[in-house]
């Protein structure tokens, strides 16, 4: 009947230990040292290094789409593509000519003068120039080519979302990370910490954070052609509840930050109402983690994992160290359940607000007497 933040500490471990279906399960899980040691091998939910080959896409090849210009040079005037000789004290004309930009079309080829259809696509430009220089022999004297690719657009990385300007970068033949295209889209406009990569290449996607992949190398993965690069804000936050001073959605507003911290983050626990022995961080735990600091049952499953109760004990020593080194993960919630003697100070003040009436009334009446 009192009112309250929450269950108290005791309700907690009473209820963990019920399995009716009427009620969701979850496990309960007393942190010390060996349960930090099992939290520690958690891995990332995500990991671009999960597409296999972090080496450089190969030689640059030409695509469908992409506009390429030809330039053919000959050894005398005179000749296809060359001007006609001249006078003496003439000026000598041009023995080159350059074919006007082509979109490389869907069957693959482009057109040039006297050599026809000629295909291009998935050919590299020394091929593609041989070939000319092969259908143009006998025609042209001793014809030269020059292919070259204006726009690559089959050779793109698309970068789009809130925290990156959107364009399409092409890919140079040496091969560029995730960070190059980032930075060559004009970097990231978001804070680091709230940012994340988010990679599509294929049917595949993979999400990380924007701290991760620029401090380890194995994330910051070579792209491919066609790759989508979307850079997300999404704010890290926790929530806290129960006794403590701030009561809210608070962000991390940092890469990472433990339990202890987020407790200092939320004004503390309140000296008059916080029971030390009933902090909880409840979370939806990766079922291989779980499992290998529990016993896993069916009602303590759910769609995002296994509901687990992590309790620490703030009266011990253990318990503060062990506070200083629990990793707080993106939508925990922190629970400080009310000490057992806060239920009687709310009696105390109930019958005070009841009492108090009658006895000003009492006495009131005593002095008119």
Not at 100 to 105: A, H, S
Not at 257 to 278: S, V
Not at 294 to 309: I, K, L, N, S, Y
Not at 342 to 354: G, P, R, W, Y
């Amino acid at each position: 009947m009192l009112p309250s933040a929450g269950p108290t500490a005791r309700d907690v471990r009473e209820e963990s230990k019920q399995q009716e279906a009427v009620l969701p399960g979850f496990a309960l899980i007393p942190v010390d040292d060996q349960v930090i040691s099992v939290l520690r091998r958690r891995a990332a939910d995500t990991s671009l290094s999960s597409f296999g080959d972090r080496r450089a896409s190969g030689d640059y090849k030409v695509g469908v789409g992409d506009a390429v210009t030809v330039t053919i040079w000959e050894a005398g005037s005179g000749g296809l593509f060359s001007a006609p000789a001249v006078r003496e004290g003439q000026i000598p004309g041009s023995r080159q000519a350059t074919i006007p930009e082509q979109i490389v079309g869907r069957d693959g080829a482009i057109t040039v003068p006297y050599a026809g259809r000629v295909q291009v696509a998935g050919r590299h430009t020394s091929e593609i120039e041989r070939s000319i220089e092969q259908t143009l022999d006998g025609k042209a004297i001793q014809p030269q080519v020059l292919v070259t690719i204006t726009r690559p657009l089959s050779n793109t990385v698309t970068v789009v979302g809130e925290g990156a300007a959107g364009a399409r970068i092409p890919l140079s033949p040496k091969g560029d990370r995730i960070l190059d295209i980032l930075a060559s889209a004009g970097g990231n406009r978001v804070d680091v910490n709230e940012s994340f990569i988010q990679l599509t290449r294929d049917s595949r996607t993979a999400r990380v954070a924007m701290t991760k992949v620029a401090a380890d190398p194995r994330e910051n993965i070579y792209l491919r052609p066609g790759d989508v690069l979307t850079v997300i804000r999404d704010p890290q936050i926790f929530f806290a509840v129960g006794a403590v001073g701030r009561n809210a959605e608070i962000p991390f507003n940092a890469e990472g930050i433990t339990l202890g911290q987020a407790i200092a983050k939320a004004g503390g626990l309140l000296d008059f109402r916080a029971d030390p022995d009933g902090v909880f961080v409840f979370r939806l735990e990766k079922p291989e983690i779980a499992r290998a600091l529990t016993e896993v049952t069916p009602e303590m499953m759910t769609m995002g994992g296994v509901r687990v109760a992590y309790a620490f004990n703030m009266r011990e020593t253990s318990g503060i160290f062990a506070a200083s080194q629990f990793r707080i993960f993106n939508r925990d919630v922190i629970f400080v359940s009310n000490a057992i003697l806060s239920d009687v100070q709310k009696v105390a003040q109930l019958f005070n607000m009841i009492t108090s009436p009658v006895a000003q009334g009492a006495s009131i009446a005593n002095a008119v007497q």
